[in-house]
């Protein structure tokens, strides 16, 4: 049987070691949430209304306004970048890989990664979106799938915008079309 005594110490022992971790977790979160308020607060300054969104690092959020066909991207550190890019415009979304070859198995070491959202109009330069810099992080933590998943978003989104204004400019036409009256043998 175990005393008291015993249970006693092991239990605050317990708690001394566990403290420190779950203190760490409380600040993180905190401090997320705070990242995350401080997003939609630019959100609305842009009257965006943001359907889903991402936060990584703490440092980076991107989300989406699916209604307006825009993207919101904030980059929290070391200094605010705040892009917003109307979808609308946007032709191309590419991702952009910048690495280097290392060792003698010649293996990719990722530098940085970049989402390049390319304009129909030529005279609007293109617009990079970093999700990693090796030189501000030290290793990947899910980038390159977090990076792909924004693709095919944006590019999902891209596609129905174009499938909807395709929609609206076939039903303008149709409207617009001289009416034919069918004459049905004078009744």
Known sequence: MIDITTLSIVLVILAAFCTPFIYSHQKKKQHEN??????????KEHQLHINSFELWRRAYVIGLDKDLHQLLYVKFQPEMQVKKVDLKKVKKVNVVNEHRIIGPDRE????????????????????????????ENIDLVGEPLLIQKWQNLINET????QKNSSEKQFAVKSSNAPRVELDTGGH
Do not use: C, G, H, R
């Open 158 to 161: 891209l596609d129905d915008f």
């Open 34 to 43: 705070q990242l995350v308020s401080s997003f939609m607060t630019k959100a």
């Open 108 to 135: 990719k070491a990722i530098d940085k990664l970049w989402l390049l959202l390319i304009y129909e109009d030529p005279k609007l330069s293109d617009t990079y979106l970093e999700f990693y810099n090796a030189d």
